[in-house]
């Protein structure tokens, strides 16, 4: 992923809500089942990690990530976003990838 790429995904992520909270039992399996359809359905999600959760935010995303194979766009605070494209159904077109179809 690029950076020119990854601005892109961190400006949609700015007006999206979170569509998932991760609590006190902290990475179960059967969230990060739920984070990895989200992640088929939009490609872009958004974590809320509340503040019972005694997790580091920044370990979290990349184990997350590693988890459902999708990529760690940002970390801000208690905020995580991943991407993960979807091949079958591509939702969101990256700048890269608009430059790649035009030659």
């Keep these: 992923m690029t950076t020119k790429d990854r601005a892109y995904l961190k ?3 700015q007006t999206t809500d979170p569509v998932l909270s991760l609590g006190k039992a ?7 089942e739920a984070a ?7 490609e872009l999600i958004k974590i809320n990690v509340l ?6 935010p920044q370990t979290l995303a990349i184990t997350l990530s590693e988890r459902t194979r999708s990529e760690v766009v940002q970390v801000i605070g208690r905020k995580i ?3 993960k494209r979807n091949n079958d159904n591509p939702k969101i077109i990256l700048p890269g990838e608009k430059n790649a179809k035009k030659k």
């Design 11 to 13: 400006s949609i992520a």
């Design 26 to 32: 902290s990475l179960t399996p059967e969230f990060v």
């Design 36 to 42: 990895a359809e989200a992640l088929k359905a939009r």
């Design 51 to 56: 503040k019972n959760c005694m997790d580091v």
């Design 81 to 83: 976003v991943l991407y």
